[in-house]
């Protein structure tokens, strides 16, 4: 089964019309192409099957854990087919630390079958028939579209994208599904995938659940977020 993320809380913003002119988001992704020109999904894989099994493992846990989990998995089990052979409580051992592990077991392997029953042992390239694949709902395939067959179907919404963009005052909606419509009706399709990496990153480095680094941020000019901790 599908392991559920818990709902990131939204932040208070002052959000107005003015918030999504051109003009801003242009200046937005431009600090975003400065502060981030070259970044990738943390996430290390050498596959699309290996980038869904990671990305399934991530949900509720770091990247830094699920790139120390994912060497012995893969080695144990290299392709969909060899997992699709495991059994549970093997697979269970081996991504225990990443927490949600039973839940986590069973819809990599239930991927596995998916994929190597009903696609060849072949990651899907579309979003039609990735998200029948279990464990990869929206935000997982998505993921995978973007990163390895550089298909922008979708906007990746997790916890970082969610906070960040209702700061910035860019979307407003209280669940991760409506923001990522929000953000598709306003960015350029072509900075879909990019966009998402880059506020993962900003969200990691910059600006902090808790306690944003704002005197740190090349967007604090742009940002009218109520929970600023620095003002220019």
Request: charged residues 25%; positive net charge.
């Amino acid at each position: 089964m599908p392991v559920k993320e818990s709902a990131p809380k939204k932040v208070a913003t002052k959000s107005t019309r003015k918030d999504l002119a051109p003009e801003r988001i242009a200046a937005i992704l431009n600090g975003l192409d400065e502060a981030y020109p070259e970044v990738e999904c943390a996430l290390t894989h050498r596959s699309p099957w290996e980038l869904l099994v990671a990305t399934i493992l991530s949900a509720q846990c770091t990247d830094v854990r699920v790139n120390m989990v994912t060497p012995a998995l893969f080695k144990r089990f290299p392709t969909p087919q060899a997992m699709a052979k495991a059994r549970l409580p093997e697979l269970e051992d081996l991504i225990r630390t990443t927490g949600f592990f039973r839940n986590k077991a069973k819809s990599i392997l239930g991927a596995a079958k998916r994929i190597s029953d009903g696609f060849g042992g072949k990651v899907p390239e579309t979003l039609a028939e990735l998200i029948t694949v279990p464990g990869a709902a929206r935000k997982t395939a998505n993921v995978v579209l973007g990163v390895c067959f550089g298909k922008a179907e979708g906007v990746v919404v997790d916890t970082h994208v969610f906070r960040i963009t209702n700061r910035l005052g860019l979307a407003k909606s209280d669940t991760p599904q409506k923001v990522e419509q929000e953000l598709m009706k306003l960015l350029p399709q072509d900075r879909w995938i990019g966009f998402s990496h880059q506020i993962i990153h900003h969200g990691r480095q910059v600006c902090d659940a808790r306690k944003p680094k704002c005197g740190k941020c090349n967007l604090e000019t742009l940002c009218h977020s109520e929970d600023k901790t620095w003002q220019s």
